[in-house]
């Protein structure tokens, strides 16, 4: 039986997880040079980790007990595709970020631009991650041309996106506030 | 706030890095190339480092296998891991395509002078160079009928990743001919794999030893 | 023909690949040039081409504005543009593959570096095209804020060309993150391509002006002035008085 299906012609791998570890230890670079202090940059990969790492069991719990879950192996590889597509979205966005910083005066314009780029990067992993648990849930075949999720997994979803950008944006917010300060 | 200055410098020194890493890899960067590097190295760095390898065809055969998995196919397709394999097979032969069009381009490589070169030099009276050039006569047109080989393989092999995919449709609508395309599946992932044998053969013309001019 | 190789399974001549040969076909025949980006052929080759056309064209350009105010400005300004429109591309391009390989898109990083610089290629020659305007509008007096005015038109116009041209490439594309893509390069071109420039400026001087700077002092960045301009709507100053103009 053949193990191949991949609905999104690229998926993210090695190299790509390599990205989205190194990529938040660059972010911190760019705010440890602006605060003159090398803190950030161990907070923002802690931040962005730990915070997926405390919240991706609770979605796979509410997706189970919803009935929406595809199989753990399947959730697993698609958190690791997404952690992937955020490595490598924020790779492409460093170079813009860390100039923008860099180049800006007011170290909330710096600050604002090394979280435009974190944000966005964020907001790519998580649409990717959405797409990578419907696709593992539906079969490939006799599949519909197109997959849909159920109101029930958008919703746990949806929820379980909220709640995580939330904790993350507070401990971002407290991350400035001593950035800034 | 950092000083343009500053941020100026880092960056070209990035970039004077990059090319120094190059160097040292064995890409030999010429001065063009370190300017460039200095000047546009998040763009000049990848040209050098992937060259023009990055190419639409580089995952045909996956993206193919990928369509073909959505239908009844699915059962009888190679799994992920052959599929990854046998593309970076089919890479690879595509690159040596490539690498052999822009040699056979060279002026200096052109057979038609080669032979007119050897003629020359055997109705001058001088065997040993005129030996030499027939010897690089020969060696071109190996080249050339390598790389014929080399695209008669792979549009064979594009032929039947077309055919593939067209079959894949015809049986979603008819899924009791499935087992009977496995056929077609067979022959492409053979057709690929044979494309071993062509770097063997072109390993041998590489390898094949100097002919003995000491007679 | 002396320096020409005939390709023998193609029969195309290799003086193809010559930097007049490459940027004429980027005037008449863009498919052409986005074709030959598809199958990877010599993008360096085209690379280092795009690369000295925008330099060379940005230069013409920087110096037909910088002859508004003449003098040493002209050459100020065309040192200048060319390294705001090099440094844009080579800071922001690399978010059009970054993003739409975080969304599915089938990676081709030198690809679609090539597709931007060449793009941005065509956009600079289009410009260079208008320097006649600009002369123009210097020989016939149009005032200081006419010209700046006049000079965001031919921006623009090349800008949306090179859109364009980008949005054509993949329009052939079939998947995912492609429009994303696109969107996020644009957005990404814009905010470094305005920080760039500010940075750098001035460009455009008024004739008047007596001292010419090869840049203005530092205040702060793009964004830093728009804050700034929004404090100081709120009544919010930080200092007693603005510097007078040029």
New interface residues.
């Given amino acids: 039986m053949s193990a191949f299906a991949e609905p ?5 791998r090695g190299p ?1 997880l390599a990205l989205a570890a190194l990529g938040p230890v660059a972010i911190g670079g760019i705010l440890a040079i602006r605060a003159e202090t090398a803190a950030p940059l161990f907070i923002v990969p802690a931040v962005i980790f730990g915070v997926v790492a405390a919240t991706s069991p609770a979605l796979y719990i509410a997706s189970a007990a919803t009935g929406t879950a595809p199989p753990l192996a399947k959730v697993i590889r698609a958190f690791g595709v997404a952690l992937g ?2 490595g ?6 460093l ?2 970020a860390a ?2 910083a860099l ?4 170290t ?2 710096t600050f ?1 631009a090394a979280s435009a780029a974190v944000a ?2 964020a907001f ?2 998580l ?2 991650l959405a ?1 990578e648990l419907v696709s593992s849930t539906a079969e490939a075949f006799p599949g519909a041309a197109t997959i849909k999720p159920s109101l029930t997994a958008s919703t746990v979803f949806f929820v379980w996106s909220a709640a995580t950008i939330g904790i993350a944006g507070r401990l971002w917010w407290d991350l400035a506030s001593e950035v800034l300060s | ?1 950092m ?2 200055d500053l941020i100026a410098l880092g960056y070209a020194a990035i970039g004077v890095a990059i090319a120094i890493g190059a160097a040292l890899a064995g890409r030999r960067p010429t001065a ?2 370190v300017l ?1 590097l200095t ?6 760095g ?3 480092l ?7 065809d ?2 045909e055969l996956v ?1 193919a296998l990928a369509r073909a998995s959505t239908s009844p196919l699915a059962s009888v397709l190679p799994d992920a891991e052959t599929a990854r394999v046998l593309q970076a097979q089919l890479r690879e032969a595509s690159s040596r395509l ?1 690498d052999l ?1 822009h040699v ?4 200096d490589f ?2 038609a002078s080669a032979q007119r070169r050897a003629s020359e030099l055997t109705a001058r009276g001088s065997s040993a160079a005129a030996a030499t050039a027939q010897l690089r006569v020969r060696t071109l047109d190996q080249l ?1 009928d390598l ?1 014929e080989r080399y ?1 008669s393989e792979l549009d064979e092999v594009r032929e039947l990743m077309a055919q593939l995919v067209t079959q894949a449709e015809l049986v979603r609508l008819q899924p009791s001919i499935a087992q009977a395309s496995s056929e077609l599946v067979r022959e492409l992932v053979s057709r690929v794999e044979g494309l071993g044998d062509l770097f063997a053969y072109q390993a041998s013309l590489e390898y094949e030893p100097a002919p003995d001019r000491s007679a | 023909m002396i ?7 193609t029969g195309t001549t ?1 003086r193809e690949h010559r930097p007049p040969a490459l940027i004429d076909q980027l005037l008449r025949d863009r498919d052409a040039i986005v074709a030959r980006i ?7 080759t085209l ?2 081409t795009m ?1 000295a056309t925008i330099a060379i064209a940005a230069a013409i350009v920087g110096a037909a504005l910088g002859s508004y105010r003449g003098g040493i400005q002209i050459g100020y300004a065309a040192i200048k543009l060319p390294i705001v429109l ?1 440094g844009t ?11 739409g ?11 679609d ?2 597709l931007v ?1 060449t793009s941005l290629a065509y956009g600079a020659l289009l410009l260079a095209a208008c320097t006649p305007l600009i002369l123009l509008g210097r020989a016939i007096d149009l005032t200081y804020h006419q010209m700046i005015l006049a000079t965001v038109v031919m921006f623009s116009v090349s800008g949306i060309a090179s859109l364009r041209m980008v949005t054509r490439a993949l329009a052939d594309e079939r ?3 492609r429009t ?1 893509a696109v969107i ?1 390069l644009c957005v ?1 071109f814009a ?2 391509g305005g ?2 420039a500010w ?2 400026r001035p460009y455009l001087l008024r004739p008047r002006t007596q001292e010419v700077p090869f ?1 203005r002092y ?4 793009l ?2 002035a728009i ?1 700034g301009a929004i404090r100081s709507a709120r009544g919010i100053y930080t200092r007693d008085s603005a510097p007078l103009g040029d």
């Fill in positions: 999104l012609p690229y998926a993210p790509a597509a955020f490598i979205a924020l790779a492409g966005l170079l813009p100039f923008l180049s800006s005066v007011e909330v314009m604002a966005a990067a790519f992993g649409r990717r797409h | 706030m000083s343009l063009g190339d460039m000047a546009v190295w998040p763009l000049a990848p040209m050098l992937f060259g023009d390898r990055d190419r639409a580089d995952h993206s490539a069009d056979l381009a060279r002026p052109d057979p050339r790389r695209r | 320096g020409a190789a005939i390709d023998i399974g290799t598809a199958a990877g052929k010599d993008l360096m690379t280092r690369v090099l591309a080579a800071l922001s391009a690399p978010a059009l593959t970054a993003i390989a975080a969304l599915g898109r089938r990676s081709r990083l030198t690809a570096l090539a610089i998947g995912p993150g994303s996020g990404v905010l470094v920080q760039l940075s750098l840049l530092t205040e702060g960045s964004f830093d804050t």
